[in-house]
């Protein structure tokens, strides 16, 4: 393994390890900038903006001091809301304007959504003016759409010419993408018919016409599809890129396999969170403002367990009179609740992967109550046995296990019909199928484990 002159591992192999953070650390204190610098140059822009995050609000200072001249604005795009802002400070508006408008349009514009109002705002000001406009016809397209992710720079070929003529249009030619993995194919109205990829332009003789090696898709995503969409057109079709096209069919930009990535890893990112209801990613925010964030769960979570408590007081009597209803009523809610969040689980990849196919709907929900229906005899026998035997009471071990019975077969059921129901209605179920889903395993298991009780016990 390739190490350096204080033997510490190449990071690019590695990525970053606790002795190097340690040693960037060391560096800073002493304020050997030299050695700082030569730590930095050979990270990518992830390894380096992990590297950012990694350090307290003064060392991320002075780094930024010391590499300020070599600094890529690539690395922002990298950052963490937080942390970027503070990097942010560290460079005058002119510097900020002018890195950012030497990036790839794609890059430059995601960068300046992220900012805050006042720091987009006098930054767009400071760029020139052609490239502003371009950033301001990106924002002007929804959120999370193929039109804010796509860069404009493509590389358009009509499909009467030879392979001789393309190579010599892309040595010429000064206005070209950085990197560039598919020429897309257009027609005399500049709408996309077909896709050929660099290596089989590289790989044909001069005199081959274009049209005759393109791959005749003619694949083009509106500027105004979702980022999701976008990603699973990727997945399903193989692609390193595809064209974007206005509303007239006319191609505007492109789309690579590497902006996919980062949307895969987003909107990852935001189901795992919104399952675990925190709302976003808060590794870095202030305390406060992570306590802020999480207050509105807690507060869904707190209504639900209030509501539970309403149910469990209309059996208050039942409870004074058979106590072993109290020690075993919250078997009943954590299983239900357990196993509906997995089935949540599932049915939340499900759907941001778009597996569930027409006609598949029903058969995923039947097998999950068939499921619910097999955990149920399982853990309704397991319990029901152990609680006869631990209170001596064969009755009591049959309304528990009847109660959990039903409970598991409700989680099943439910975990499947609750995110559908809200996916119909536009509502992200990896945020709002949890509260649902253990409102009503906590109440109807406490309602039916303990109105069993009161019938058939007292």
Known sequence: MNRD??????????????????????????????????????????????????????????????????????????????????????????????????????????????????????????????????????????????????????VAVPGFWTVGETIDFLRRSQGLPDDFYDLFVVDPAHRPIGTVPTSRVLRNPRETRIADIMEDRGLGVPADMDQEQVADIFRRNDLVSVPVVDAAGRLVGAITVDDIVDVIDEEAEEDLLGLARTGERDIYASPLRTARRRQSWLLITLVNTILASIVISRFEGAIQEIVALAVLMPIVAAMGGNAGMQVITVMVRALAARDLVAGGTWRVIGKEVVVGVMNGLVFATVMGTIATLWFGDLSLGLVLASAMMFNMVWAGLAGTVIPLTLDRFDIDPAVAAGPFLTTTTDVLGFFVFLGLASTFLL
Do not use: K
């Open 5 to 154: 002159e204080d033997g510490l591992p190449d990071p690019r192999l590695t990525g970053l390890t606790a002795g190097f953070v340690a040693e960037v650390r060391s560096r800073l204190d002493d304020g050997d900038v030299d050695r700082i610098r030569d730590l930095a140059e050979p990270l990518g822009h992830a390894d380096l903006a992990d590297l950012l995050e990694s350090l307290d609000t003064r060392e991320r200072g002075r780094l930024v001091q010391a590499i300020r001249g070599t600094f890529d604005p690539t690395v922002l795009t990298e950052l963490d809301d937080s942390v970027r802002l503070e990097v942010v400070e560290q460079f005058d508006t002119v510097e900020l304007a002018a890195a950012i408008a030497n990036l790839e349009s794609d890059d430059a514009l995601y960068l300046i959504e992220t900012l805050d109002d006042v720091h987009r705002i006098a930054v767009m000001q400071a760029m020139p003016a052609a490239f502003r406009a371009i950033l301001e016809q990106g924002l002007a397209y929804p959120e999370s759409s193929a039109g804010r992710l796509m860069q404009r720079d493509v």
